[in-house]
């Protein structure tokens, strides 16, 4: 009796004390793997959309892969072929000066023009609404607009003629064609950024300014002093954004150059060389990747250069 | 033990929905190998049947072709997709390397070229040569890549054009409108007198010389075993400096070193420009879109120093991963036989590549209409008509040309440096295709 009473004893308290340590288990596993759960989707998207082509881009820079042609390694080949190829620097040289010209543009112009509709003046919403409408029209639209303006026998042209200042080759001389892509980038930016600015505008207490106007700064001043220091960090994350998508320009130079790159592909930037080499039946996929490898690299040393011009200005 | 394992488990599963969350989208790129050559069996089971942007046009000839097609062959099923005429070697190039091209598919030379060079254009020499007595012989050859026995892809459509000039600009340059240049010496001449006349305002031509422009002015534009190019010899250097001639003297429109072929069309139709290659497709625009032009339209033959005119042929291949090649071989053919061709070309000014057709009456009796006169006269160039472009010739090359033409054109370089430079890049990018 005595051991068939204590027999039992264990039974019914072993899985007790068992459930009562499954119980955090349980919870520290669905701890540990509910977020990942959750995550899954999002990460599966970015696995195959942003970190799978990335890695292979780098793995077929060292290789002679074509679009048809499974390629093989060939070590820093495509990179030292890039150091003797001129188009290469021409496309390195217009996506410098792309960002050299657009980006400073588009750190200043918006802020200027965001100062502008921020006045509470009727109507006001009108011109909110028409700064932003380059930023939502299709930019194939924009630049077929622009190159029917920008044509000998364009708009332009025209209002040129008529002025006596006779015809501008706006899409036949490399400097103008990349002049003008770049005013239409500027163009299609300016609404864009305007926003980005309004809402850091809107966080400048306002006694600030009134102290400033107290002690007898002017308008130009109160700018100087007042804003642009209030809104310092939107302008680093406006250069941060706007050098990024300098460099990697694409869409407006090929509207208005055409798909050559301008006249002899002087108006080549680094990115239409890509889709030039990379693209097509026989595309040089591992060129391209080096190419690619080549924008990345700059692309990133460009945000390094701009947080750390921030920092420094911190300091 | 278990407990670790129980524990384990469920991050495994997790690890392996994720791999295979990774890894599914990415072997559908393995592709199928499959595939026979062999076309002698039973016509049956569904292929997919891939046409270059003309769905939006010929939606019902098609549908009524392929029904046809399964009238004929009870057991075998089409579906028919279209591309956009825009990237569509991207789309080719993507589906191949992935192993999803169609089982038949609408191609030019060009893209036939790296197809077969790849393994995946289907020989037809060798699983449908019964078929080539019914083509033209320049139409059959050309879908033959040079260092690669076979043809492939079947003969489809054929095109070609006058030169459209404008009698009002003509005129107004004191030049003869009914005396249009038949040669190139006259039409440099004309140019020339064109813009001096209108002092550098109106242009003859809008696009600086391609490959078929050197083709047709009689330069050699390969080597026989197809390795290399030869463009850069004195009769390219010659005409390549009568280009620059005309630049300089605003004969050639200032945009031309940026024109494409749709923006030489807008010139020529807003009456910038004087001439412009064109076809029978165009009277019909300048009809509608232009028709003080169309008043002014002249008409004249292809200006060649070879005797033969410029054609662009079209083609049908058959992939050799298609698990149907019985049966995607015999609606290759079919979407290609002299019957369809014919009605096809019925619909549009387009012209049969099978023996025979062109010397139906549709092709040969006048009616008094510049639309027939141009077909009438199209079809007969077309008996003796080259493709100039060499199949080997990609769009990369196109551009390394075009850029080169550009830097003669500019003075930045000789025409002969231009064109040395240019056949290099070229060689280059032969050998590595």
Same mark, same amino acid.
């Given at each position: 009796?005595?051991?068939?009473?204590?027999?039992?004893?264990?039974?019914?308290?072993?899985?007790?004390?068992?459930?009562?340590a499954?119980?955090?288990r349980?919870?520290?596993? !669905?701890?540990?793997?509910?977020?990942?759960?959750?995550?899954?989707?999002? +990460?599966?998207?970015?696995? #195959?959309?942003?970190?799978?082509?990335?890695?292979?881009?780098?793995?077929?820079?060292?290789?002679?892969?074509?679009?048809?042609? $499974?390629?093989?390694?060939?070590?820093?080949?495509?990179?030292?072929?890039?150091?003797?190829?001129?188009?290469?620097?021409?496309?390195?040289?217009?996506?410098?000066?792309?960002?050299?010209?657009?980006?400073p543009?588009?750190?200043?112009?918006?802020?200027?023009?965001?100062?502008?509709?921020? @006045?509470?003046?009727?109507?006001i919403?009108?011109?909110?609404?028409?700064?932003?409408?380059?930023?939502?029209?299709?930019?194939?639209?924009?630049? %077929?607009?622009?190159?029917?303006m920008l044509?000998?026998?364009?708009?332009?042209?025209?209002?040129?003629?008529a002025?006596?200042?006779?015809?501008v080759?706006?899409?036949?001389?490399?400097?103008? *064609? %990349?002049?003008?892509a770049?005013?239409?980038?500027?163009?299609?930016?300016?609404?864009?950024?305007?926003?980005?600015?309004?809402a850091a505008?809107?966080?400048?207490?306002?006694?600030?300014?009134?102290?400033?106007a107290?002690?007898?700064?002017?308008?130009?001043?109160?700018?100087?002093?007042?804003?642009?220091?209030?809104?310092?960090?939107?302008?680093?994350?406006?250069?941060?954004?706007?050098?990024?998508?300098?460099?990697?320009?694409?869409?407006?130079?090929?509207?208005?150059?055409g798909?050559?790159g301008g006249?002899?592909?002087?108006?080549?930037? %680094?990115?239409?060389?890509?889709?030039r080499t990379?693209?097509?039946?026989?595309?040089? #996929?591992?060129?391209?990747?080096?190419?690619?490898?080549?924008?990345?690299?700059?692309?990133?040393?460009?945000?390094?250069l #701009? +947080?750390?011009?921030?920092?420094?200005?911190d300091? | 033990?278990?407990?670790?394992?129980?524990?384990? /488990?469920?991050?495994?599963a997790?690890?392996?929905?994720?791999?295979?969350?990774?890894?599914?989208?990415?072997?559908?790129?393995?592709?199928?190998?499959?595939?026979?050559?062999?076309?002698?069996?039973?016509?049956?089971?569904?292929?997919?049947?891939?046409?270059?942007?003309?769905?939006?046009?010929?939606?019902?000839?098609?549908?009524?072709?392929?029904?046809?097609?399964?009238?004929?062959?009870?057991?075998?099923?089409?579906?028919?997709?279209?591309?956009p005429?825009?990237?569509?070697?991207?789309?080719i190039?993507?589906?191949?390397?992935g192993?999803?091209?169609p089982?038949?598919?609408?191609?030019?030379?060009d893209?036939?070229?790296?197809?077969?060079?790849?393994?995946?254009?289907?020989?037809?020499d060798?699983?449908?040569?019964?078929?080539e007595?019914?083509?033209?012989?320049?139409?059959?050859?050309s879908?033959q890549?040079?260092?690669?026995?076979?043809?492939?892809?079947?003969?489809?459509?054929?095109?070609?054009?006058?030169?459209?000039?404008?009698?009002?600009?003509?005129?107004?340059?004191?030049?003869?409108a009914n005396?249009?240049?038949?040669?190139?010496?006259e039409?440099?001449?004309?140019?020339?007198?064109?813009?001096k006349?209108?002092?550098?305002?109106?242009?003859?031509?809008?696009?600086?010389?391609?490959?078929?422009?050197?083709?047709?002015?009689?330069?050699?534009?390969?080597?026989?075993?197809?390795?290399?190019?030869?463009?850069?010899?004195?009769?390219?250097?010659? &005409? %390549?400096?009568?280009?620059?001639?005309l630049?300089?003297?605003?004969?050639?429109?200032?945009?031309? *070193?940026?024109?494409?072929?749709?923006?030489?069309?807008?010139?020529? *139709?807003?009456?910038?420009?004087?001439?412009?290659?064109?076809?029978?497709?165009?009277?019909?625009?300048?009809?509608?879109?232009?028709?003080?032009?169309? @008043?002014?339209?002249?008409?004249?033959?292809?200006?060649?120093?070879?005797?033969?005119?410029?054609?662009?042929?079209m083609?049908?291949?058959?992939n050799?991963?298609?698990?149907?090649?019985?049966?995607?071989?015999?609606?290759?053919?079919?979407?290609?036989?002299?019957q369809?061709?014919? /009605?096809?070309?019925?619909?549009?000014?387009?012209?049969?590549?099978?023996?025979?057709?062109?010397?139906?009456?549709?092709?040969?009796?006048?009616?008094?209409?510049?639309?027939?006169?141009?077909?009438?006269?199209?079809?007969?160039?077309?008996?003796?008509a080259?493709?100039?472009?060499?199949? &080997?010739? /990609?769009?990369?090359?196109?551009?390394?040309?075009?850029?080169?033409?550009?830097?003669?054109?500019?003075?930045? !370089?000789?025409?002969? $440096?231009?064109?040395?430079?240019?056949?290099?890049?070229?060689?280059? *990018?032969?050998?590595?295709?």
């Open positions: 009796m005595k051991s068939t009473a204590a027999a039992p004893a264990p039974a019914t308290t072993r899985p007790a004390r068992a459930s009562k499954a119980a955090p349980r919870i520290r596993r !669905q701890l540990v793997t509910s977020p990942w759960l959750f995550a899954a989707p999002g +990460l599966a998207v970015v696995g #195959v959309f942003i970190l799978y082509p990335f890695v292979s881009t780098i793995i077929n820079s060292f290789t002679d892969k074509r679009q048809l042609v $499974e390629g093989k390694y060939v070590g820093l080949a495509n990179f030292r072929e890039l150091l003797h190829d001129d188009m290469f620097w021409i496309g390195l040289r217009n996506s410098t000066l792309y960002v050299l010209v657009v980006v543009a588009l750190v200043v112009l918006p802020l200027l023009l965001a100062l502008l509709v921020q @006045k509470q003046i009727p109507g919403t009108f011109f909110r609404s028409a700064f932003y409408t380059p930023v939502v029209a299709s930019i194939v639209v924009v630049g %077929l607009i622009w190159v029917w044509d000998e026998r364009g708009l332009v042209n025209a209002v040129l003629e002025v006596g200042a006779g015809k080759g706006f899409l036949s001389d490399q400097w103008l *064609l %990349l002049f003008s770049m005013a239409v980038t500027v163009w299609k930016g300016l609404g864009y950024y305007m926003i980005i600015y309004l505008l809107a966080n400048v207490p306002r006694e600030l300014h009134e102290a400033a107290v002690d007898g700064a002017g308008p130009v001043r109160r700018f100087l002093s007042v804003t642009v220091p209030a809104v310092r960090s939107t302008m680093v994350l406006v250069a941060a954004l706007s050098s990024v998508a300098a460099f990697k320009v694409f869409s407006e130079v090929y509207l208005m150059a798909p050559t006249p002899a592909g002087e108006d080549t930037t %680094l990115v239409m060389l890509v889709q990379g693209t097509g039946l026989t595309g040089r #996929v591992g060129y391209a990747s080096a190419i690619s490898v080549v924008i990345f690299v700059v692309t990133v040393a460009l945000m390094l #701009v +947080l750390r011009a921030d920092r420094k200005e300091k | 033990m278990r407990h670790s394992r129980i524990s384990r /488990s469920p991050r495994r997790v690890v392996a929905a994720a791999l295979a969350a990774v890894m599914l989208p990415l072997s559908a790129c393995g592709g199928d190998e499959g595939g026979s050559s062999d076309a002698s069996g039973k016509v049956e089971g569904e292929i997919t049947f891939q046409t270059w942007n003309l769905k939006a046009n010929f939606k019902s000839y098609f549908e009524g072709l392929i029904d046809d097609f399964e009238q004929k062959y009870p057991d075998a099923k089409v579906k028919w997709v279209d591309q005429g825009e990237g569509y070697a991207d789309k190039s993507a589906d191949a390397a192993g999803t091209l089982d038949v598919v609408n191609v030019s030379p893209l036939v070229a790296p197809l077969a060079k790849a393994g995946i254009a289907l020989d037809l060798k699983s449908a040569g019964k078929y007595k019914e083509y033209l012989p320049g139409a059959w050859k879908h890549v040079p260092g690669l026995e076979g043809t492939y892809a079947f003969p489809w459509y054929l095109n070609t054009g006058p030169l459209f000039y404008n009698k009002r600009l003509f005129k107004d340059a004191g030049l003869d005396k249009p240049p038949k040669t190139y010496d039409l440099f001449d004309d140019a020339e007198e064109l813009a006349k209108s002092k550098g305002k109106v242009a003859t031509l809008a696009n600086v010389p391609t490959i078929e422009d050197f083709g047709r002015y009689g330069v050699p534009l390969m080597n026989k075993e197809g390795t290399g190019f030869t463009f850069n010899d004195t009769k390219g250097v010659e &005409l %390549l400096t009568k280009y620059k001639e630049y300089d003297a605003k004969a050639l429109d200032g945009q031309a *070193l940026t024109a494409t072929p749709e923006s030489t069309g807008k010139k020529f *139709l807003t009456e910038a420009v004087a001439m412009n290659p064109g076809s029978a497709l165009d009277l019909e625009k300048f009809k509608k879109d232009a028709p003080r032009l169309y @008043k002014n339209i002249g008409i004249t033959p292809q200006i060649s120093s070879t005797g033969k005119d410029n054609m662009y042929v083609g049908v291949m058959v050799t991963r298609t698990k149907r090649t019985p049966a995607a071989v015999a609606f290759a053919h079919f979407v290609t036989d002299a369809r061709q014919m /009605s096809f070309a019925k619909k549009v000014a387009i012209f049969p590549s099978t023996k025979g057709s062109l010397d139906d009456p549709y092709f040969t009796k006048q009616d008094g209409s510049d639309e027939t006169r141009v077909r009438i006269a199209a079809a007969k160039s077309l008996k003796t080259v493709n100039y472009t060499p199949v &080997l010739f /990609s769009e990369q090359m196109k551009i390394e040309l075009r850029n080169a033409v550009a830097r003669a054109l500019q003075g930045k !370089q000789s025409p002969k $440096e231009a064109l040395d430079n240019a056949v290099k890049a070229c060689d280059r *990018l032969l050998k590595q295709s």
